[in-house]
């Protein structure tokens, strides 16, 4: 054997180690992974998972021990007579395949549990959610509170989800690493899946199954909540609406508005309130910044494909609902962290950031931008 692959050989032990410890320093770097479960199903393929390394590592350790011992016990020298041959002995083939089918029983028995324990259909106090998959980001409709919304899934603490799952046009898997599997999604077939969380935080899944150019870039997160806060999130997504004028007494903290403090202004505005505003009382004060950027989701044809109320939303429609956009952490499915920045750049240039998307370039100015990326914030 040339030096080299002696070398290789004696030092293999360090490789289950080495990987050990590459998991242990990047676990919490990489968020996206299966090591670290935070619920029921998740918790049972990481139980198979360090299952299965166990057995590995174990047969890894006698095979390579007894193959050192051998290697230095029985090592041969010029001069030495023909060992025994041994090749056909029924004794040692029997042993060393029926070890072997043992230990993959071993695996396999628990595997196989597992995999019926995951299809079951949960029982109890479920919280249902339909989820559909898009060329690439996620819708998530919520039937038992009419409420629909994209890419960021609020879900309560310690009440199983249960998710009903289709796709619109293309394969797409459905992957939540740290509460359950991967499971694709198809049009016109529903499959399911279900976890509970944990511990309230925001986790993050990703599209597992190529589903055209942009697959790498769908991704989604999990908010988990104290059921308390998510019932609020639900109450407060009831009451997401259109117009701006509400919506822009809300608290805009995170708006670089160029108009900040300026004077109150009314402004001919769709919607009711547009009606008759001396009767409408008391006028409240319209950021015109706001004003113009819902005029121009109107005119420029956002309304078309984008949703804006979350309640009793249409079905059907080509973009995600965006009535709490203002507030979510990323947009783009996950593409780029949602900044005033990120978002003007995303409306204007869709097919320089997210190449083959289906929103078009919309011929937005960079004024126009502003203006509707101040008029999205408002809806948080
Ligand atoms: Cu959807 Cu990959």
Not at 49 to 63: D, H, I, M, Q, Y
Not at 231 to 251: C, D, F, L, N, R
Request: aromatic share 10%.
């Amino acid at each position: 054997m040339p030096l080299g692959s002696r070398v290789i050989r004696r030092l293999s032990w360090l490789a289950p180690l080495l990987a050990l410890v590459i998991v242990a320093a990047c676990g919490q770097e990489y968020p996206q992974s299966s090591l670290f479960p935070k619920g029921d199903p998740a918790r049972l393929e990481d139980g198979l998972f360090f299952e299965t390394v166990k057995w590995a590592t174990l047969v890894f350790v006698l095979v390579e021990g007894a193959l050192l011992y051998a290697i230095f016990r029985f090592r041969g020298k010029p001069g030495d007579a023909e060992p025994a041959q041994i090749h056909g002995n029924t004794v040692v083939e029997v042993i060393w395949t029926v070890i072997p089918a043992l230990i993959l029983a071993m695996i396999a028995v628990p595997t196989v549990k597992a995999i019926f324990k995951e299809n079951t259909r949960p029982t109890g106090n479920l919280l249902t959610i339909e989820v559909v998959g898009h060329q690439w980001w996620w819708e998530f409709r919520y039937p038992e509170y009419n409420l629909t919304t994209a890419n960021e899934l609020h879900v309560p603490v310690g009440r199983t989800v249960s998710l009903k799952m289709g796709a619109y046009d293309v394969i797409h898997s459905f992957w939540l690493p740290q509460f359950a599997g991967k499971r694709d999604v198809f049009p016109n077939r529903e499959t399911r899946l279900w976890f509970n969380a944990e511990e309230p935080g925001e986790y993050s899944g990703q599209c597992a199954e190529f589903c055209g150019i942009q697959h790498g870039r769908m991704a989604f997160r999990v908010i988990a909540q104290p059921a308390g806060e998510f019932e609020g999130w639900v109450a407060h997504m009831k009451t997401i609406t259109m117009q701006p004028v509400a919506a822009a007494a809300a608290p805009t903290d995170s708006v670089h508005t160029s108009s900040a403090g300026a004077a109150v202004q009314q402004q001919a505005k769709p919607g009711p309130q547009a009606a008759d505003s001396t009767k409408a009382a008391p006028a409240q004060p319209q950021n015109p910044e706001v004003a113009q950027g819902q005029k121009l989701f109107l005119m420029k044809g956002c309304v078309g494909c984008h949703g804006l109320v979350a309640y009793n939303a249409p079905k059907g429609l080509l973009g995600p609902n965006l009535a709490n956009v203002g507030a979510r952490t990323y947009i783009g499915a996950g593409t780029l962290p949602n900044t005033d920045e990120n978002l003007a750049h995303w409306i204007r240039f869709p097919q320089e950031v997210k190449h083959g998307v289906l929103m078009p370039n919309l011929g937005v100015t960079e004024n126009e931008a502003k203006a509707l990326v101040a008029f999205l914030r408002t809806h948080r």
